[in-house]
């Protein structure tokens, strides 16, 4: 037997006893005249509960000595169930309707959400700048009142738009430079000839790089060490 990976038991009496839970819980979650769960179609979760009588029926004469044709039957039979199991759990357990304590009754990880399950940052990134060594600035940033550095939960790093200015800019779109990080701080290196300028800068959260932006905080402004 192939090993499983993640949430879906390796052993078969495991499997069996984690699938009818599975197709149980969300057989009746999805049925009746109130159901909690409206937005599976009907459809899918037969398709799963009758997914699981296909294996259960393939699994029983495995309990007791059999043939080689028997346990053939049993390994497809849950080959096709894990076909049925991870597209349906990938599609429809893992959306904001199931909760992360349905997720863990009926055995699915909570994994990470889907990137369009994922709002867009609502606060704004603090940034501290202080000089590195020459023609060095390194800038330290956090979730704007937050006591330690860093980035919020679910954001994946931080968009810095900067320019050197000879006066302030009127918005954002006037910083033309941009930069990228994950890890606090962010370092922007010049050139000779650019040092004692001074640096114009804001940014904002995103979830995935060109992926899901947030606000821009301040523009705040340094100068080139």
């Known amino acids: 037997m192939a090993k499983f990976h993640d949430y879906v038991p390796v052993n078969d009496k495991d499997f069996d006893q984690w699938f009818k839970n599975l197709s149980q819980y969300v057989n009746a979650k999805t049925s009746g005249q109130n159901p909690e769960w409206t937005h599976i179609p009907a459809g899918e979760v037969t398709l799963l509960v009758d997914s699981y009588a296909a294996?259960?029926?393939?699994?029983?004469?495995?309990?007791?000595?059999?043939?080689?044709?028997?346990?053939?039957?049993?390994?497809?039979?849950?080959?096709?169930?894990?076909?049925?199991?991870?597209?349906?759990?990938?599609?429809?357990?893992?959306?904001?309707?199931?909760?992360?304590?349905?997720r863990e009754e009926v055995g699915v990880h909570n994994k990470k959400p889907r990137r369009d399950q994922i709002p867009a940052p609502t606060t704004v990134p603090e940034l501290e700048p202080r000089a590195g060594v020459p023609r060095q600035v390194l800038v330290d940033y956090r979730d704007k009142g937050a006591a330690g550095r860093g980035k919020p939960a679910d954001v994946h790093g931080l968009e810095l738009r900067w320019a050197l200015l000879e006066s302030p800019p009127k918005n954002v779109e006037d910083l033309g430079?941009?930069?990228?990080?994950?890890?606090?701080?962010?370092?922007?290196?010049?050139?000779?000839?650019?040092?004692?300028?001074?640096?114009y800068m804001a940014g904002r959260w995103e979830i995935e790089r060109e992926g899901i932006k947030g606000p821009f905080g301040d523009i705040i402004s340094s100068i080139v060490p």
């Open 55 to 102: 294996w259960y029926t393939a699994y029983v004469p495995t309990l007791k000595p059999h043939t080689p044709a028997e346990t053939l039957a049993k390994d497809e039979a849950r080959a096709a169930s894990e076909a049925v199991i991870r597209p349906f759990v990938g599609q429809w357990l893992m959306w904001k309707q199931v909760s992360a304590k349905e």
């Open 177 to 199: 430079q941009s930069a990228f990080d994950t890890k606090s701080p962010l370092v922007l290196s010049f050139k000779e000839h650019e040092r004692g300028k001074r640096i």
